[in-house]
């Protein structure tokens, strides 16, 4: 904002504040932008009028609660970055709200600093949110952290005292596996150890807040590195296809034949192509740039191109470290999207590791992520991931998970492939000895999972019951796995949450599979109201999926009512019933439709019938069609 | 690379992403230095076009030669320029102090053009370090249908992984000029030779910092005749850039109301 002056042609080095609410880092940084001179004129005046329309003394938060709402209760609700200069050195300083709920804010603005501040009211020691704070330090990779010891004045500026609350902070941090860079005792009021050094601790001899800024390293090179160029887009301007992105680290030349995506096709850097610079051979990280390749193949977003000797890791499964930013638990069998620079791939959640507890910094077998929490999960993909494990000070496997709606829920660091050792929890399942080849010869048809999805009332289980007799008659081994049975038995314990309905999916989704590999054909009939579970089952089966969807609108459906239940929705004695106050996500391209609102139930079964019979009885010609 | 290089690329990677993940999508164009060195970012990022409209929200009260240098260049950067009209200010909430009132037009023009073109992504060059409020900004900042700013539930963002409208009537800002300091702007526009209007070089004793509607936007006394002479001039100051635009200064809170309300 405007009310720092700032100069330097070099970059600004992001420095982030954080600690538990209250123990003055907002203080703080008013003091430090006042006792550099970093203020604008008039500043101050203005600072005193606000402070006293609200009958304050000098509130110096109100330099950077800039809102309102931040200023009226006394809170910092979002993060604000505010340049700020030292001698001839830029800074950017971040000023992170403290309060739990704003953990997203927090990441926000401490994601991408160099080096932490984290102030600890030397009274009350480390608090909740002080581990929470360092807890995130550690897995966004911020290692350089100078620890405020804020409030001294209130220990009377005795050095026993101080030591003591040292000792128990660094414990904190040595559990999580940081280290303190210094430890300032400080009075961020006053100023004392601020800018100047205080005279009320002549025991101290360690550096002043701003002599330990100076003293932050500078970011190392990431040229160096081996080259990683994650696709953002192709263009086609004129007559020529540009490939366009950010070098993440090492360089390129031109010339240089590069390997791209998982495909593994390679091509030649033919071109560097810029406007209005002079032209490059080469290009290194940090980079936008786009080239042109040789041959003129055409890469998705989201490909990396690397050298030929240098790839990537390569896994669908890999284990992350979660910190979870919803305000709703995470739970296995929960599928997000994994960003991933500019790839994106649907993952679903297959184990939680473990789970931090928060109090002690301990890691606990879980069962889910609670709010705002951390931990170590697996997410598992169709396809494999192409990554560099997350390393502090890169920007290798830096995932972010989103939901199905795009909404960013949280970050994943990249630790691993998980194919391997996955721990105590190692699952080796057996493989039969039977094949699919000889099950198929024995029945007569191959195993497959017909999916029938539909709205509450459409008909899926008349349809599904009605086409396994018909089936069964004419000697297909069959059988139908149904919403209602299942929730009697297997899926009682769940309930009608999304994340509960989404686990419901993925059981029925795993029991389908294994009678499909015992060479049945079966027939789902689940409501399965959103795409992404429906993706999931998809996932879970793998080949032999087919979507079926049974289609009557709502009207016909309500106008039924089999079970009453719709009425009971209208009434408000449900909650979140599809089609009343629940979503339902049509499937955009099924493999069947079968519209049940007008026609003869006869008729629907006989088109059932047909596909069904059509796909699994056939042999290899059935499944052209992809 | 040097800090201007890498403010650029960053800015590039931004606008990128927008043309990407955005359509329909377009950029603000107010006619002023930070708006053309964002035109001119446009085209370092799509090989020498602007594969975008740009929206000129014309409030009718420009300064003369913001006009002529609109008509010059839309010609000269081949872009595709949209306009769009703003409201009378009778129509604007009576309770905002006079200037204020005054900017909310523009808020309600662009509000139109939003509607009218269906914009999902609107590309606007504000800064963190001109005032508080927009300090807290993202750099892809959703609006919700009201095209409200929800301060207080502002999605997370890091890891360069922005946020993409998730509702109907939403639309996303895209603050691609977000990290860059008023002296990085001018540095920039010295190394690349961006054009600009002459009001903000000084004659008789005084020069515009930053240009808003002729009515509301007062000149700064200052000598810095040129390029150096500005950044030797910002090198030193200890005022705030938008010290001219009456509407930050009326009371505390109108610029926040401004932009609650969809203000840039």
């Known amino acids: 904002m405007s009310d720092t002056i700032s100069s330097s042609q070099d970059a600004a080095t992001p420095i982030v504040i954080v600690g538990h609410v209250d123990h003055g880092k ?27 329309k609200r009958g304050l003394k000098i509130e110096w938060s109100f330099l950077l609660d800039s809102l309102q709402i931040e200023r009226d209760q006394g809170v910092t609700v979002d993060s604000t970055r505010i340049p700020f200069r030292l001698d001839t050195r830029e800074y950017v300083i971040v000023d992170a709200p403290g309060h739990r709920q704003f953990l997203r804010n927090m990441i926000t603005g401490a994601a991408d600093a160099e080096a932490a501040v984290l102030v600890v009211d030397a009274v009350e020691g480390a608090r909740e949110q002080t581990r929470r704070h360092a807890m995130l330090l550690h897995l966004i990779g911020i290692r350089h952290v100078i620890v405020l010891l804020n409030k001294v004045d209130l220990l009377d500026f005795d050095q026993a005292k101080v030591e003591a609350v ?12 940081l280290e303190a860079a210094y430890f300032v005792p400080a009075s961020a009021r006053d100023g004392d150890n601020i800018a100047s050094r205080s005279e009320r601790m002549p025991w101290y001899s360690g550096p002043t807040l701003t002599e330990a800024l100076a003293r932050v390293p500078t970011p190392a090179s990431r040229s160096e590195l081996a080259l990683r160029f994650p696709v953002q887009d192709v263009y086609r301007f004129g007559d020529k296809r540009y490939v366009a992105g950010r070098i993440e680290r090492g360089r390129v030349r031109v010339g240089d034949t590069v390997v791209i995506g998982t495909q593994k096709t390679p091509a030649r850097i033919a071109s560097i192509e810029s406007w209005h610079t002079a032209p490059h051979v080469s290009a290194s990280a940090g980079q936008s740039i786009a080239v042109t390749l040789e041959p003129d193949v055409i890469p998705d977003r989201g490909d990396l191109l690397h050298h030929v000797d240098t790839p990537p890791a390569q896994a669908s499964r890999v284990r992350t470290r979660l910190f979870w930013l919803r305000q709703e638990p995470l739970r296995v069998g929960e599928s997000f999207r994994l960003r991933l620079a500019t790839a994106e791939h649907a993952v ?7 789970v931090v507890n928060l109090d002690d910094l301990t890691m606990h077998p879980g069962t889910e992520v609670p709010p705002e929490g951390f931990a170590e999960i697996t997410l598992s993909a169709a396809e494999n991931i192409q990554f560099d494990a997350f390393a502090p000070g890169t920007p290798d496997g830096r995932g972010v998970l989103v939901d199905l709606q795009q909404r960013i829920v949280g970050g994943a660091p990249l630790i691993g492939p998980a194919d391997i050792a996955v721990g105590e929890k190692s699952i080796h399942p057996s493989a039969s000895v039977v094949t699919t080849q000889d099950r198929q010869r024995v029945k007569g048809h191959k195993g497959q999972v017909f999916w029938l999805t539909g709205l509450s009332g459409s008909g899926k289980s008349t349809l599904a019951r009605a086409a396994e007799n018909a089936l069964f008659s004419a000697g297909v081994d069959v059988s139908v796995l149904d919403g209602d049975t299942l929730r009697a038995g297997l899926c009682k314990d769940l309930g009608f949450t999304e994340a509960d309905r989404t686990e419901n999916v993925r059981r029925a989704a795993e029991v389908a599979r294994i009678l ?13 109201p959103l795409r992404s579970d429906r993706e999931l089952a998809r996932q879970i089966i793998g080949d032999g999926f087919e979507e079926v969807f049974v289609d009557a609108d709502l009207d016909t459906c309500e106008q039924r009512d089999p079970k009453g239940l719709y009425a009971a929705a209208r009434a408000g004695k449900i909650n979140g019933f599809t089609g009343i106050d629940a979503p339902y996500e049509a499937p955009q391209a099924p493999a069947l439709r079968v519209a049940t609102g007008d026609g003869s139930v006869e008729s629907a079964v006989a088109q059932l019938v047909s596909f069904v019979e059509g796909s699994v009885r056939a042999g290899s010609n059935a499944r052209a069609r992809s | 690379m040097d800090h201007l290089d890498q403010l650029e690329a960053q800015s590039v990677f931004i606008l990128r992403e927008a043309y990407r993940k955005l359509k329909p999508l377009a950029m603000l164009w107010s006619l002023g230095k930070d708006s053309n060195v964002m035109v001119w970012l446009a085209k370092k990022a799509f090989l020498g076009r602007v594969p975008f409209p740009v929206m000129h929200v014309d409030t009718g009260k420009k300064f003369p030669e913001m006009y002529q240098f609109r008509d010059e260049y839309t010609k000269k950067w081949e872009l595709d320029l949209l306009l769009g009209d703003c409201p009378p200010v009778e129509e604007m909430d009576p309770s905002l102090p006079p200037a204020a009132r005054s900017a909310a037009r523009k808020t309600a023009g662009l509000a139109a053009m939003i509607e009218k073109h269906k914009l999902q992504g609107v590309i606007a060059g504000i800064r963190r370090d001109e005032q508080g409020t927009r300090a807290k900004e993202r750099v892809f900042s959703p609006r919700g249908a009201s095209h409200k700013w929800d301060i207080r539930n502002q999605p997370p963002e890091f890891w360069d992984q922005y946020a993409t409208p998730h509702e109907d009537g939403m639309h996303i800002r895209v603050h691609p000029l977000l990290s860059w300091r008023e002296i990085d702007i001018w540095r920039y526009i010295e190394r690349e030779g961006i054009p600009l209007v002459d009001l903000y070089f000084a004659k008789n004793g005084k020069r515009y910092r930053s240009l808003g509607d002729a009515d509301i936007t007062s000149p700064v006394e ?3 005749a040129t390029l150096a002479e500005v950044i030797a001039e910002l090198e030193t100051t200890k005022t705030s850039e938008r010290s001219g635009r009456a509407m930050d200064h009326e009371s505390e809170d109108a610029f926040e109301r401004l932009r609650v309300a969809g203000y840039l």
């Not at chain 1, 932008?33 to 500043?43: C, F, I, P, R």
């Not at chain 1, 049945?520 to 399965?528: E, F, G, M």
């Open chain 1, 516 to 528: 499909r590999d015992a060479g049945q054909v079966v027939l789902v009939a689940l409501i399965s």
């Open chain 1, 26 to 52: 907002s203080t703080l940084i008013g003091r430090l932008l006042h006792d550099t001179d970093n203020l604008q004129d008039g500043k101050v005046a203005q600072i005193i009028e606000s402070s006293k």
């Open chain 1, 166 to 177: 040292e000792v128990s902070v660094n414990e904190l941090l040595g559990k999580l596996g």
């Open chain 1, 348 to 354: 679903t959640v297959t184990s939680i590791e473990s």
């Open chain 2, 222 to 224: 200052s000598n810095a």
